[in-house]
Nanobody, 122 residues
C-alpha cells in the first residue's frame, strides 16, 4: 500500500489548510485512517482518526478546529484545518491501517505517508 499526502504549506495564524491523503495498491479494507504530526523536538502525536464506520477521534488541542473525513470507495481522506495556530506547526503524516478479515483471523498492517509540512506563522 502506498500513501500520497499533500496540502501542506505556509499559512498565517487563523488561516486554513486542507491536507489530503490517497491510498493505493493492495488494499483489503482501510479500517482506520488518521493524521499524526510531529513538531521539532517532540514526539509524533495523533491529531485525528476516523474508522470505517465514520467514528472520529481528535486530540483535545484541535477539537472544534479540525475535521477529518474519508471516502471509503476512493480510499482517500482529508483533514480540514481551520483557525490554525503557530503551535499547529509540524510535519503531518497520513496513516492507514489495512485490514483483512478471514474467518476468525484479522490481519492488520499500518502504512505511513511521506509527511507534509504545515507552518503557521505571520
Amino acid at each position: 500500500v502506498q500513501l500520497q499526502a499533500s496540502g501542506g504549506g505556509l499559512v498565517q495564524p487563523g488561516g486554513s489548510l486542507t491536507l489530503s491523503c490517497a491510498a493505493s495498491g493492495n488494499i483489503f479494507s482501510i479500517s482506520e485512517m488518521g493524521w499524526y504530526r510531529q513538531a521539532p523536538g517532540k514526539q509524533r502525536e495523533l491529531v485525528a482518526r476516523i474508522i470505517s464506520d465514520g467514528t472520529t477521534t481528535y486530540t483535545d488541542s484541535v477539537k472544534g478546529r479540525f475535521t477529518i473525513s474519508r471516502d471509503n470507495a476512493k480510499h482517500t481522506g482529508a483533514l480540514q484545518m481551520n483557525s490554525l495556530k503557530p503551535e499547529d506547526t509540524a510535519v503531518y503524516y497520513c496513516h492507514v491501517r489495512n485490514t483483512l478479515v478471514v474467518g476468525r483471523n484479522r490481519l492488520e498492517d499500518d502504512y505511513w505517508g511521506q509527511g507534509t509540512l504545515v507552518t503557521v506563522s505571520s
